[in-house]
């Protein structure tokens, strides 16, 4: 299976802003505008607080939160921002019995109302919450090594597998 195309920092010279801002568009785009539905229900971004004149759930998907769990503290992630249009891919392929394919899906154990869809060869995730009548896009990240064998394990056991 193929995904969209990587946006790479070096295809902006290593000019942060112009980089920044192009995955920003890639999100408003491929995302925000895509009127996605998830299981029958619209998906909806967070954009307050905004940073910088770009929404709180684009922070969330290109950025790794720190110790002091201060937004302005966030440490953007190359692979995160590199990324930025995978999710739309990943949502438009899960189907209702948690897997299509390389993508699958479960909610997960520990906070049931959020669902996690991986892609397993890619070691990268997304994590969306539902709502009474939509879900709310949460965040993405690379997925290490220890969490997906956590991943496998938990979605072996939500489908019985």
Not at 27 to 52: C, G, M, Q, W
Not at 62 to 83: K, N, Q, T, Y
Request: proline share 4%.
């Amino acid at each position: 299976m193929s995904y969209p195309d990587l946006i790479l920092l070096e295809d902006y010279n290593g000019d942060w802003a112009a980089y920044i801002n192009a995955v920003y568009s890639s999100y408003i785009s491929e995302l925000v505008r895509a009127k996605l539905n998830v299981f029958s229900k619209p998906l909806s971004f967070k954009h307050a607080p905004a940073t910088d004149g770009k929404g709180y759930a684009f922070w969330h998907a290109v950025s790794e939160g720190v110790a002091s769990g201060l937004e302005a503290d966030r440490i953007p992630d190359l692979r995160r921002c590199e990324r930025i249009t995978w999710p739309a891919h990943m949502i438009a392929t899960i189907r209702d019995d948690g897997s299509a394919g390389d993508i699958v899906w479960w909610r997960s154990p520990n906070k049931p109302k959020r669902i996690i869809i991986w892609i397993k060869s890619k070691y990268y995730a997304v994590i969306l919450e539902e709502r009474e009548t939509y879900w709310m896009f949460w965040t993405t990240y690379e997925v290490n090594s220890h969490r997906a064998q956590t991943f496998a394990e938990q979605h072996a056991e939500y489908w019985n597998l």
